[in-house]
């Protein structure tokens, strides 16, 4: 079972700048295809970027395309969604995910392929 933590949530103003953290509790951490995902109020959860196991590959939401960098650091068992110029558009809940496939290495957007999730961390973004 693995678990996830998101942390580095919070309120800022928009242009703005925030650094998601998602910790996981495995050390095969680094064999992990991971995501972010993101939920606003009273809409579904949509994609937001990815990156393969070694960080070859990423994969943007074209809306968060230029203002959003995903990374990871697999000797922390982390991955970090950087987040700048912010717009209130940008207000959700954020969730990591892991994809814990053997054989898919590649930064990927089905959400439904993604097998463990954190329990989410808020960012508001005020105008």
């Known amino acids: 079972q693995v678990q996830l933590v998101e942390s580095g949530g919070g309120t800022v103003q928009a242009g703005g700048s925030l650094r998601l953290s998602c910790a996981a509790s495995?050390?095969?951490?680094?064999?992990?295809?991971m995501g972010w995902f993101r939920q606003a109020p009273g809409k579904e959860r949509e994609f937001v970027a990815a990156?393969?196991?070694?960080?070859?590959?990423?994969l943007y939401k074209n809306s968060v395309k230029g203002r959003f960098t995903i990374s990871r650091d697999n000797a922390e068992n982390t991955v970090y969604l950087q987040m700048n110029r912010l717009k209130p558009e940008d207000t959700a809940v954020y969730y990591c995910?892991?994809?814990?496939?053997?054989?898919?290495?590649?930064?990927?957007?089905?959400?439904?392929?993604?097998?463990?999730w954190g329990q989410g961390t808020q960012v508001t973004v005020s105008s």
């Open positions: 995910a892991a994809d814990v496939d053997p054989i898919r290495d590649y930064a990927h957007r089905w959400s439904t392929e993604y097998d463990y």
């Open positions: 495995e050390r095969t951490f680094s064999s992990y295809n």
């Open positions: 990156i393969s196991s070694n960080g070859g590959s990423t």
